[in-house]
């Protein structure tokens, strides 16, 4: 989506600033009506944007895997516990997300973290998605 304000102290001003966006071609817009000479321009004021709408913050709720990342990281298996966490949070979040946390382990992909590692990167995945901005539906 592309949007564009055109500020304009007239119907004269606006024509002619519309003529120049579609590069004069304005002959389906309604003639200007003059306006009167005498009258001063008068300030523009514009309003604030309007705030979006606050979401709530969802709740992340730790799984066994994050549980079990913070007490003992040689159990985790990648195939079950790191690497659908790295998926969902792809999918939930976006890949810059799950990419900004592996740029923190020295890696390009979650399989090149070392094993020793995994309960860190379970966990830096959580905090990441606790504090990102789930993606459209």
Request: aromatic letters at 2%; glycine letters at 4%; zero cysteines.
């Amino acid at each position: 989506m592309i949007t564009l304000t055109v500020t304009a102290d007239n119907a004269a001003d606006l024509r002619t600033q519309l003529a120049a966006i579609l590069g004069g071609s304005v002959s389906a817009l309604p003639a200007a009506e003059a306006a009167p000479a005498a009258e001063a321009p008068k300030p523009t004021t514009r309003k604030a944007p309007a705030k979006a709408e606050e979401k709530p913050v969802e709740q992340v709720q730790e799984t066994p895997a994050v549980e079990q990342a913070k007490g003992s990281p040689d159990k985790l298996d990648f195939n079950t516990d790191v690497a659908p966490l790295v998926v969902s949070t792809v999918e939930t979040y976006g890949k810059p997300v799950v990419v900004e946390v592996l740029t923190q382990f020295g890696v390009a992909k979650a399989s090149e973290v070392p094993e020793a590692q995994w309960g860190e990167l379970i966990a830096a995945l959580t905090d990441a998605a606790a504090n990102a901005t789930p993606l459209a539906a």
